[in-house]
């Protein structure tokens, strides 16, 4: 956990974050070298799409080098995201043309290697902006906490099918499941709207102080004073 700052300007990126970015672009960036020239030279024809896409992702990774190195501290943690943003898209873009359904790329091993790398990347960030009030991961655990049941009960529905509660009924039995389904909407709802906000609101906490947007520190308590 790096010092809070006072001052406008963000503290820098913490040094395992930055090792953590140093170590996905690398791999990111070699990956991305051999991409393009499979893009061109590993198939009958050209695939100057999949070409285009590598391309981007050097691009990209070469700033999450300079990142990694102590550049763009002003604004690490969207640096961070937009670099994993790229990396998620450029390959998703680029495996199409390899698979005869976008489903096959969700299972292409290029696909699943780049996709961790943009979660390490992103990750990094996060941890980045996070680390500058402690107050921040207080928010995230509550968010997370509120999230949960939305998670299970989705996980629920999708493992089962929702079991009884997704199989049409009659008479009465078909109005209590339904009631049942509004009444558990509505409450997933509600829990996913306040768990978004808490962990939004956990990333603006990172914003420095005297920065718009920035959250005001609570003063600190003095002692009170003795009666002499």
Request: with cysteine; charged share 10%; proline share 6%.
């Amino acid at each position: 956990m790096i010092q809070q700052s006072t001052e406008s300007n963000p503290p820098p990126m913490p040094r395992g974050a930055r090792a953590v970015v140093l170590l996905a672009s690398a791999i990111t960036l070699v990956s991305a070298i051999a991409g393009a020239y499979l893009a061109l030279r590993g198939g009958e024809s050209a695939q100057w799409g999949a070409f285009g896409y590598e391309l981007v992702i050097i691009a990209a990774a070469v700033f999450g080098l300079l990142l990694g190195k102590g550049k763009y501290q002003s604004g690490s943690g969207l640096t961070a995201g937009l670099i994993a943003l790229a990396w998620f898209v450029g390959t998703g873009m680029g495996r199409l043309p390899f698979h005869s359904s976008p489903r096959g790329v969700l299972a292409d091993p290029w696909f699943l290697g780049r996709l961790a790398a943009a979660a390490a990347m992103a990750g990094a960030g996060a941890f980045a902006v996070l680390a500058r009030d402690v107050r921040a991961w207080k928010s995230v655990l509550i968010g997370l906490l509120l999230l949960l049941p939305v998670l299970l009960f989705v996980g629920f529905w999708i493992g089962t099918g929702g079991m009884w509660f997704g199989r049409p009924q009659t008479g009465t039995l078909e109005f209590v499941r339904v009631t049942t389904l509004c009444l558990t909407a509505v409450f997933c709802g509600g829990l996913f709207c306040f768990g978004s906000d808490a962990i939004i609101r956990a990333f603006t906490f990172g914003v420095p102080q005297g920065q718009p947007g920035a959250i005001p520190r609570s003063p600190a308590k003095r002692p009170a004073s003795g009666s002499e």
